[in-house]
């Protein structure tokens, strides 16, 4: 018999990423601590702490982000429908000189991560301003990313390199 797993996500429609992309219909996903010990047929009877239902819903590997600015859930809306141009050095980069510190950063990345948890996303590419702390905020998240520190030609009053 199999060894017992944490948790036993049941009668889900089952994506792989195998080598054929395999779906199992009405299957389950094994996990044991922070692992998945099973998958697809092979979970189906494993003994469970806990289970959980999953008829009508997919359970599939997270999805990742590969372009965000994620603190900048904060200035959503601010201004929309313009010219690049227009958006970035009329509007964005001005609010941005005068309101973003690490402590923007660091809110502004747990609603961006709480936003994309809930749309299934587990690992993100950000690019932004005080990335160390758009890194700690990830982590605090459970997520994943890869965080680059922005670099520009121009002072931003947040960052001045000249490349
Ligand atoms: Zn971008």
């Known amino acids: 018999m199999a060894e017992a797993c944490d948790l036993l996500l049941t009668n889900a429609t089952v994506l792989t990423m195998d080598d054929r992309f395999t779906i199992h219909p009405n299957s389950a996903v094994a996990v044991a ?17 806990e289970t959980l239902d999953c ?12 372009h965000t600015h994620a603190a900048m859930a904060l200035v959503r809306g601010l201004a929309d429908d313009l010219r690049l141009d227009v958006w970035l050095m009329g509007y964005m980069m001005p609010v941005e000189r005068e309101f973003v510190s690490p402590d923007f950063v660091r809110l502004g990345t747990r609603l961006g991560c709480a936003e994309m948890i809930r749309s299934g996303i587990t690992c993100f590419a950000d690019m932004y301003y005080f990335e160390e702390t758009v890194a700690e905020a990830t982590a605090e998240a459970g997520m994943r990313a ?8 121009c002072p931003t ?5 000249v490349i």
Do not use: K
């Open 33 to 49: 601590g922070d692992s998945l010990v099973a998958v697809g047929p092979d979970a189906v009877t494993r003994p469970a702490r």
């Open 55 to 66: 008829r009508g819903r997919v359970v599939m590997p997270g999805l990742v982000n590969a």
């Open 146 to 153: 890869l965080c680059a520190q922005t670099i520009l030609r």
């Open 157 to 161: 009053g947040l960052l001045l390199c």
